[in-house]
């Protein structure tokens, strides 16, 4: 059922199968093995002649759904869901990468995607360099030399900066790279990088795609013969594969991830101007913010400016932990995503790891605080951040 309905639409309905009592709902299929026929039935299978179920590690027919609704929202050839989002962003780089191979990344990536390219792949002979993801220059001058990936995020996490996925893109097939675009913050329904270039989309479906912070899940989509002959043989033999009670959940969140989002971003939207108008606010990065440094890349690229705002308070570390202390509704956690409004202070937790050089550079303070925006009353969040802030 590829591309039949609008995004929305493919949200409730995208991939669904029946099983002959003709469930409304979709069913949830809890099982590590299938049965066959006879035994000509299961060497058909395995020789390929016919299509039959034969192990949930490399496929089950919840997950399958899943990876069928992902696929039509996206408007992606083929979809492979995985454990986790780090489990998709691993199978979808180490899936296609070899010894010799050379990685060009921005340098604002969720922290375990930076330590993938940065650590774990020069452990295989496969080097790594770091741009400034807002930069063209500097992915012009990278990229004047062959690659064989790109892996970048947009907008990032925790300062929401945006690369341009355009040029990025043009320049990437260029010198030979692949482009492979972590779109977690953005959601497929705010940007979709596939049709402005990008070769491989990623996913944490633990973040907006469950949204309600029950699970974690990812997902990696593509082309489909990149996806059965790349990924698919990668996926089978090293089993990063996703639960079908997860898929499930999944499922389930997909089908008011509109509802969900609109809502989140209108009052994300709405917050970082009233952060923007308190005394003790330094700074707000919202991507669709006039005063945003990529304002116009954010309109041309995103149909909204996300759930997340950032800000900066006046004071750093101790006015930053002072104001979190001070919150009633807004709960402090490093997750995102969620229905419940969430409060992160990167220097200390999400980006620690990354040390105060990296930090400065990717402009965290310690006044900086990350806000993930919920669906609670927008009056009581705003309260909330008040008081805090007081
Ligand atoms: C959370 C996240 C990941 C990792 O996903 P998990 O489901 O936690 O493994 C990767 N990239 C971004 C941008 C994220 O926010």
Redesign the pocket.
């Known amino acids: 059922m590829s591309h039949r309905f609008r995004p929305a639409t493919e949200l409730i309905h995208g991939g669904t199968t029946r099983t002959p009592h003709g469930e409304t709902a979709e069913a949830l299929f809890l099982t590590s093995g299938y049965v066959y026929d006879n035994a000509e039935q299961a060497e058909a299978t395995f020789t390929g002649a016919i299509q039959h179920y034969q192990y949930s590690r490399f496929g089950n027919p919840t997950v399958a759904m899943l990876e069928a609704r992902l696929a039509a929202i996206e408007g992606a050839e083929a979809c492979r869901a995985t454990a986790?989002?780090?489990a998709a962003?691993h199978a979808a780089l180490l899936s296609q990468l070899k010894s010799g191979d050379r990685v060009v990344a921005s340098r604002a990536l969720?922290g375990?995607?930076h330590w993938i390219v940065s650590t774990l792949l020069p452990r295989y002979g496969i080097s790594s360099e770091f741009v400034d993801g807002g930069d063209l220059e500097q992915w012009r001058a990278a990229l004047a030399k062959p690659a064989a990936l790109v892996l970048l995020?947009t907008p990032s996490?925790p300062m929401l900066e945006m690369v341009d996925l355009r040029a990025v893109a043009e320049l990437a097939h260029a010198a030979g790279a692949i482009v492979v675009v972590?779109n977690?913050?953005a959601t497929p329904l705010l940007q979709q990088p596939l049709t402005l270039g990008a070769d491989v989309v990623v996913y944490?479906c633990?973040?907006h795609i469950d949204g309600q912070g029950r699970v974690?899940g990812?997902a990696v989509l593509g082309g489909r013969k990149w996806v059965e002959e790349v990924l698919q043989p990668f996926i089978r033999n090293t089993g990063p594969s996703l639960s079908p009670f997860n898929a499930w959940l999944l499922l389930k969140g997909l089908e008011t991830l509109r509802l969900r989002v609109d809502a989140a971003c209108r009052a994300a939207a709405e917050l970082a101007d009233v952060l923007a108008a308190h005394p003790a606010v330094r700074r707000v990065w919202y991507p669709t913010r006039a005063d945003h440094p990529q304002h116009a890349l954010a309109m041309a690229q995103m149909s909204a400016g996300g759930t997340m705002v950032t800000f900066e308070v006046a004071g750093g570390k101790a006015a930053a932990f002072r104001a979190m202390n001070r919150f009633r509704l807004i709960a402090v956690s490093n997750n995102?995503g969620d229905t419940k409004s969430l409060a992160t202070h990167p220097a200390t937790t999400t980006h620690m790891r990354i040390g105060a050089e990296e930090r400065a550079r990717l402009g965290i303070t310690d006044g900086v605080i990350r806000l993930s925006v919920g669906l609670e009353d927008v009056a009581d969040l705003r309260e909330d951040l008040a008081r805090a802030l007081g």
């Open positions: 986790t989002g780090m962003v969720f375990s995607c995020e996490n972590d977690v913050f944490s633990t973040k974690l990812g995102l």
